[in-house]
């Protein structure tokens, strides 16, 4: 507690110190555009971060201080474009086409909440075309040192899945100072940069997300010859984010990295020359838990003054990691030392193994060192004689042997009165004394009966259901009780041994052509008069050998009885027709239905050397053709066994009509054919 007080007192102080400088350095009007400011855009993270640009502060649970050197290397981090003296096309100048600098960079954590980080630009090398006024600089010079502070608010970025951080940094402007360095080396007013740090380590995955404004004066780079845009330099917004594949145990981290800024104050917002987004991919190797090496290449994808379409960085730093103190059951001794690392101490603690409790295995809190029982818990009335034992009940009714008349028996529900812990007899073990069981030696078993204490139910029927709650008492209930009347059977109007919730056809016997499909009724085809009479017509479409989708049942069920009656070797499928129409017409028309329904039954698995099919046309009638009943009977399909004679010739003899129909037609809508 007390250290989060001196944090954030120590943050306010921070803050408060820097809007007072920023202030005093921005008070004189004549700074509102100044001429010159830093180029170099890379502001490297604190030393020893596994980032680049991106912040992700560590704490001093991770390491207490850290110092290196980041090497950047800029391509063309000034160019400017303008147009040819004579008007022509714009040419773009490369003012500043190489730059290399060194960071030197420190920082150190206290308290584990608050980094304390410095860093100091040296600009070795500029390598360009003057123009605009701006020339790049000839020797070393020093860029404007940076100082920053950061505190965690709370969970810790490289510990915990997410953490957030508050932090602020602030330029000295040395150009302040003194004119003798390179207008691109720094600023001339207070730049101050406070900003947000959400960021974490979940499992193997390194993130963190910042957002900042970027507070600097306005300025103006170089002359008025190349215009304001490209040169031009103000207040920023910036976001920034990161992502990485991190192995703690390993050391090392790799993933990309993005900042994107845009100046808000003194140019256009999100606009050309005044936004940039600058892309990073870098990896991070801990040597020995002591060196930091880094390497990271990017460019710039919106480019504004000191944005390279090129970028090198190379971070060297001493790192040391600080070894965490295990300590996974939280008891104050470290996993190292603890015998029982997952198992705290607790306030009695073991004086044998360190990290342990005493042990007390039945849990009735007489540690096992004094517990004569240590496997039996000592109970509600423990055993005066022997600590942490119960006094002893062998038969468990709850009557302490020293007391029960009966240790070996337990009382049972009706205890004798005369012998504590005795039941009352039972000569039949059925838990009802013998004073009140009407059978006292028949076990009234598991349904007793309701009307005779101690005697067992009876079931005249035996069906299971005991005569008191059947309700066919005298009626065996079957293999399919009635779910709805307790001890009955379903019923089975048709008597054809088919239940009613089963029967398809509960009024009309199955038996002896029952229907495979249809479950109680009867069948679409019999063995009668040496043929497998059909009891549904076959029906087609009008004048056509197409078989309409109604007729498929009853040829399937044709199809079913050759395949399940081996012994019909083979059969004639007959067409039929009455005389209406020409008759050479009706003969080939019933020769192309019979052979129809003979390709329907191969399709459907008859081998087609059990069958022939054959048109007769008019040729044999059943009925007269001088009436529409008549020529209904005579349009019929007919298949007829032909193999063997005997099986046709002791065929059953019960009569059997023909199937009828009004014509051949489909007959769900399609016109029936006009009288020719």
Known sequence: MYARLLCLSLLRAAMAVICVVALCGTASPAWAQQQGFQLNRYEPTAAGEWSFAVDHPWYSSVRYFAAGLTLNYAHNPLIVRAQTANGGEQQTVSIIEHQLLTHVDLAGSFLDRVLITASLPVIWLERGTPAGGVTPQDGVAVGDPRFGLMVRLFGQPYRGPVSLSLGASLWVPLRLLTDSLPAQSGDRGVRVFPKLVLSGLARHLLWSVTAGFYYRPEALLGNASFGEDGRRMGSELQLGAALAYADWDRRFAIGPEALLSTVVLGGKPFGADYTSLELLLGGHYNIQNQVQLGLAAGTGILREPGTPDVRLLFRLAYAPIAKAVSDRDRDGVPDERDHCPDVPQGPEPDPQRPGCPLSDRDRDGVMDREDLCPDVHKGPTPDPARRGCPLQDRDGDAVLDRDDFCPDVHKGPTPDPA???????????????????????????????????????????????????????????????????????????????????????????????????KNGCPGLVIVQDGKLQILMPVFFATNKDVILKNSFPVLQAVGDALKAQRVIRRIRIEGHTDDRGKREYNIELSDRRAKSVMRFLTDYGVEASRMEAQGFGPLRPVASNATVKGRADNRRVEFVITDPTELAAKAEKAEVKAPQSDDQSDRSGAKKPKPR
């Not at 349904?447 to 067992?456: F, I, L, Q, T, V």
């Not at 109007?493 to 495979?516: L, S, W």
């Open 419 to 517: 012998r504590l812990g005795c039941p009352l007899l039972d000569r039949d073990s059925d838990g009802v004394a013998d004073a009140e069981d009407l059978c006292p030696d028949v076990h009234q078993g598991p349904s007793p009966d309701p009307a005779r204490k101690g005697c067992p139910a009876s079931d005249r029927d035996g069906d299971g259901v005991f005569d008191h709650i059947d309700q066919c008492p005298d009626l065996h209930k079957g293999p399919k009780p009635d779910p709805d009347k307790l001890g009955c059977p379903l019923p089975d109007r048709d008597r054809d041994t088919v239940v009613d919730p089963e029967d398809a056809c509960p009024d009309k016997p199955g038996a002896p052509h029952p229907d495979p499909k």
